[in-house]
């Protein structure tokens, strides 16, 4: 199985583009959205035309609301998107009035979001532990699940290199994000963690679906008394299912590209983050994972 | 096999009746129940300050703010209003009550606000004694300086009435708009004693404060009814019943976070998800039909099952359709595919090892089993944390998930079963070879 044949190259791969990601993470950095930093999100637009963005900014930075770092962006046709620290309900109106020009413009607000800062730092700590939670009990289930196979690698070691997988399947889109983030202003918001999760659980299935035909392939060699190597196995295994791998992410690709294509534009970035997450998780289930087992048996036997 | 194919006849005729209830139960009862951001509408968060509250009724008058709460909003006239009540949860570092509200069709927040937070705060207080006695002092003093409190206030209140004054009781001035307090059984021996002891002094109404009328007791007051006048027009009147019925807040809210959604930016994400979702779903259904030939087929029409059962359960359990959620479902239609595909693949592979056509399929299915049943499970795991992970927003997108997982076991296994079986002949010619075989050539 040539995947097997040249595994150093497509592990070499996916390790440049996990190193690629991490720097992209670490020199751009991750922009939150107000879900995690607090904040206030405000859409409005003009039914009778929009007043000059800029005259509107400066009413915003010379009024005495003191917004500090604020961000007014043009949106659709008629439409501003505001972003600013979250305010409370009088700053809201006084926002409103200087927003419609002193109640002279007419104004529909379409949109206002205003999250208090104890409300986004607890939902990132939430975060941060269900991210850590998911890859706990993934590792439980794996190492329960393939309890049976144990030779010649050890069952938990097929969970481990699971993880592995799954750590190279969301830091693809989050480094891949970091980009969009400072190119395009794109954000880590609640989607983007719910996103992350929902690749999760799908990296893991497609891994599991390849590990569970080379612990068909090894019980099957132990009951024939087979001659294969471990290497032969693997290799066996994954030709066999490579073409259901690629054809489900394909099917879920489609549906994710579609729904990128044609979707609601506040699930845009929702799918676009999916969809990064799902090719790197057909890449890593086939090119990484069973490859990174063979190593593993071949470290294995020089230690012994 | 007529057995299987009876039972396949049955299921595509309740698969049709199921297309049916879908189309046709829009306008009734079981009507999809949108989110706030499809529907547009205000959701707004408080926190409630128990700081002085002892520990022991916490639990009590939280559950007493929210029924407040929930009175404040059926006056609001808002259908399936939701309220809720969050705790800061332990994992989030905090232990903050928070009451949650959900208004859907509401996009004027002010108003909401006003009619949520609004707390009229109603008491009696009493002259004090020792006065100065000379007109100019009473004049530069303060009402607070004027009056001290009694218990008395809007906690005893049975009701409030709107009357039209005719001078009676504690109020002057016939012919206004005035409102009539009466109290409950606490409150009327209360008003009894005040107005026993304190003949001749003033008893003055404060709302939120202010002084709305000062009467002077004239007798004692046994029956346990207050009339209040302070020149209110009819409108104020009306208001003020309205919101000493309602009760005031057992516990001060403060308004932490709010999200308002405007209905056009929801129906433009409605038309736009199932736009996506029709064109999603045909893409699938023709890589199926082409690659996969006539189980393709099969299984377009199992998906298209697993679609109108998904779509009756939002309809039945109600699931809250957010724009997350139809994403959830689209991704889905994506990924029930490879429970067929998998399938499909090892059926596959047991024909080329030359295995009878029924057999293939038998095998197909029985070896396909544990990695669908494995690669679910894994699923079903970061749904329920994603549950529990969620806001209301996410909570939508983690429903499907795990529902469409669960109902995608049936359709795409037992159902796709019995309709594998029967179209399936005993005579095998070529024509079969190729129906049931996959890829774009022969």
Same mark, same amino acid.
């Given at each position: 199985m040539f995947v097997i044949k040249h595994k150093v190259i497509f592990i070499g791969i996916s390790v440049l583009l996990v190193l690629l990601s991490l720097g992209a993470i670490f020199t751009y950095g991750l922009k939150p959205s107000i879900d995690f930093a607090g904040g206030v999100l405000v859409e409005v637009s003009y039914p009778e035309g929009r007043p000059e963005v800029s005259s509107l900014e400066t009413a915003l930075s010379g009024s005495?609301?003191?917004?500090g770092v604020f961000s007014l962006r043009p949106s659709g046709e008629d439409a501003v998107t505001l972003r600013a620290r979250s305010l409370s309900e009088t700053e809201r109106q006084t926002l409103l009035g200087i927003l419609s020009v002193n109640n002279t413009e007419k104004i529909a607000v379409e949109r206002f979001n205003n999250v208090g800062p104890a409300i986004g730092e607890e939902l990132s700590r939430k975060a941060f532990f269900a991210l850590g939670l998911v890859v706990l009990v993934i590792i439980l289930f794996i190492t329960f699940a393939f309890r049976?196979?144990?030779?010649?690698?050890?069952s938990w070691k097929y969970g481990l290199v699971a993880i592995v997988a799954l750590i190279h399947d969301i830091l693809i889109p989050t480094g891949v994000f970091a980009v969009l983030g400072y190119y395009m202003g794109y954000e880590i918001d609640t989607l983007f963690v719910t996103a992350l999760l929902a690749i999760f659980g799908y990296s893991v299935a497609d891994t599991i679906v390849i590990f569970d035909r080379i612990r068909e392939n090894l019980k099957k060699k132990v009951e024939y008394r087979g001659k294969e190597t471990f290497e032969e196995v693997v290799g066996n295994s994954l030709r066999e299912s490579a073409g259901r791998s690629f054809n489900t992410s394909l099917t879920t690709g489609l549906a994710l590209a579609v729904l990128y294509v044609f979707g609601p534009d506040s699930t845009n970035h929702f799918a676009l983050t999916l969809l990064v997450g799902i090719v790197a998780g057909t890449y890593s289930s086939i090119f990484l994972a069973s490859p990174l087992l063979v190593l593993l048996e071949k470290w294995q036997k020089k230690v012994m | 096999m007529t057995a299987k194919r009876i039972t396949a006849l049955i299921i595509v005729a309740l698969g049709v009746g199921l297309g049916f209830f879908v189309y046709s139960s829009?306008?009734?009862?079981?009507?999809y129940k949108l989110g706030l951001d499809l529907n547009g509408g205000t959701q707004l968060v408080y926190k409630a300050?128990?700081?002085?509250?002892s520990e022991a009724s916490v639990d009590d008058s939280l559950v007493a703010l929210r029924d407040v709460i929930e009175r404040r909003i059926n006056v609001f006239g808002v259908s399936e209003p939701l309220v809720q009540l969050e705790e800061g949860s332990i994992v989030g570092g905090s232990s903050e009550k928070r009451l949650i509200v959900e208004l859907p069709g509401v996009t004027d927040i002010e108003k909401a606000i006003d009619v949520l937070g609004k707390t009229p705060l109603l008491e009696f207080r009493l002259q004090k004694d020792n006065l100065p006695t000379s007109e100019e002092e009473i004049a530069k003093l303060k009402p607070e300086d004027v009056f001290t409190s009694t218990d008395?206030? +809007?906690?005893?209140?049975?009701r409030a009435e709107l009357q039209f004054s005719n001078? +009676? +009781?504690?109020?002057?001035?016939? +012919?206004e708009t005035a409102v009539l307090l009466v109290f409950n059984t606490e409150g009327k021996e209360l008003f009894a004693k005040i107005t026993r002891e304190n003949v001749g002094k003033l008893l003055a109404i404060f709302l939120d404060g202010e002084p709305i009328s000062t009467p002077v007791i004239r007798e004692e007051i046994k029956d346990g009814n207050a009339v209040i006048s302070g020149g209110f027009t009819l409108q104020e009147s009306r208001e003020l019943v309205r919101n000493l019925n309602l009760g005031a807040l057992p516990v001060p809210i403060e308004l932490v976070g709010s999200q308002v959604v405007g209905a056009t930016l929801g129906q433009d994400a409605i038309n736009a998800g199932v736009k996506a979702g029709i064109v999603g779903f045909a893409l699938v259904a023709l890589f199926l039909l082409v690659w996969y030939r006539l189980p393709g087929f099969l299984a377009v029409l199992s998906l298209a099952l697993y679609v109108l059962i998904m779509l009756s359960l939002f309809k039945l359990i109600p699931v809250t359709v957010t724009a997350a959620a139809i994403a959830g479902l689209i991704m889905s239609i994506g990924m029930a595919v490879d429970a067929n595909v998998l399938v499909f693949e090892r059926m596959n592979e047991e024909l080329k090892a030359g295995k009878e056509l029924k057999d293939a399929i038998a095998e197909g299915f029985a070896r396909a089993w544990t990695s669908v049943r494995d690669s679910n499970i894994s699923n079903i795991i970061t749904a329920s944390i994603l549950f529990w992970f969620g806001t209301s927003l996410i909570k939508g997108f983690a429903l499907v998930l795990m529902l469409g997982v669960i109902v995608n076991l049936c359709t795409a296994i037992f159902i796709n079963k019995i309709f594998m079986f029967a179209v399936t002949s005993s005579r095998q010619g070529s024509l079969s070879r190729f129906l049931f075989g996959k890829g774009l050539g022969r």
């Open positions: 005495d609301l003191e917004l049976g196979v144990s030779k010649p690698v050890s | 829009e306008s009734s009862r079981f009507s300050d128990i700081s002085k509250i008395l206030t +809007g906690r005893l209140l049975q001078g +009676g +009781g504690l109020s002057s001035a016939p +012919g």
